[in-house]
């Protein structure tokens, strides 16, 4: 067995292209409208503050502590603290790289600890009670784009002021 070069055009001729199109979609891909005919344009989140019924930013912090969400038996919502994005060099330290703070505030209560007797051990928290917390207690929820922790009142390792 010897070996020789093959040209491109023996090779062409060799294998042709199919006569016809191996399916419809094929010959629709050259009919689409352009992409930006098909996009819908919307206005951009530099713009909110121009929207009707726009609110200012310490209306809307006060709109995050009334959420939706009320924990049943010994559990609570807690809103994490935000955490600092810089080190003390002035390191500015990117989202993947912070660590979630171990603190928050104490948004909602549950209805208490049910008791063997059938009643419930009021809470040894309150509503804005600033916590300490184990990193990984609780569940996190999502509610209006603010991340909430809903955990047991047992997970609590402090109160502080």
Known sequence: MTWRSV???EIVARNPPPAAPLSRRATDRNRRRPL?????????????????G???????TKKASKIRLQPLGERIVVQREESESTTAGGIVLPDS???KPAR?????????????????APSQLAEG??????????ETVEIDD????????DDVL????
């Open 7 to 9: 040209r491109a055009d």
């Open 36 to 52: 930006a005919a098909s996009l819908k344009l919307t206005q951009s989140p530099q713009s909110a503050p121009f929207k009707k």
């Open 146 to 153: 603010v991340e909430y922790l809903l955990m047991r009142e």
């Open 158 to 161: 402090a109160v502080f002021g």
């Open 97 to 99: 790289a912070q660590e």
């Open 104 to 120: 928050g505030t104490v948004i909602a209560i549950g209805t208490g600890k049910q008791l063997d007797d059938g009643s419930r």
């Open 54 to 60: 726009f609110t200012d930013m310490a209306t809307a």
């Open 129 to 138: 009670d600033r916590v300490l917390f184990s990193s990984y207690a609780g």
